[in-house]
């Protein structure tokens, strides 16, 4: 399956991705919360678009927060 940069399933991916860079083998909903902060303070800073898009791509970044951490209503979960 073709994951569109910016739709939620993308930021699914980069968060799983950015926890794997962090060798993270469990991933706690604080951890996900830190990881959502250092992306969105990426897409905010340091990439340049359209500011409409830049809404909907933090929208779609909340959205995929807010997947993982009801994907994982348990404490922990592994990273695969």
Same mark, same amino acid.
């Given at each position: 399956?073709?994951?569109?940069?910016?739709? @939620? &399933?993308?930021?699914?991916?980069?968060?799983?991705?950015?926890?794997? *860079? #962090? +060798?993270?083998?469990?991933? +706690?909903? =604080?951890?996900?919360? &830190?990881?959502? !902060?250092?992306? #969105?303070?990426?897409?905010? =800073?340091?990439?340049? /678009?359209? %500011?409409? @898009?830049?809404? &909907? /791509? %933090?929208?779609?970044? =909340?959205? !995929? +927060?807010? *997947?993982?951490?009801? #994907?994982?209503?348990?404490?922990? /979960?592994?990273? *695969?």
């Amino acid at each position: 399956m073709k994951v569109v940069f910016g739709s @939620i &399933e993308y930021f699914e991916r980069e968060m799983m991705s950015f926890a794997k *860079r #962090k +060798s993270l083998i469990t991933l +706690s909903s =604080n951890q996900v919360m &830190e990881i959502h !902060a250092e992306i #969105k303070d990426e897409l905010m =800073n340091d990439f340049i /678009c359209d %500011v409409e @898009i830049k809404k &909907e /791509c %933090v929208n779609n970044l =909340n959205l !995929a +927060s807010e *997947r993982l951490l009801n #994907k994982y209503k348990t404490q922990l /979960c592994q990273v *695969r």
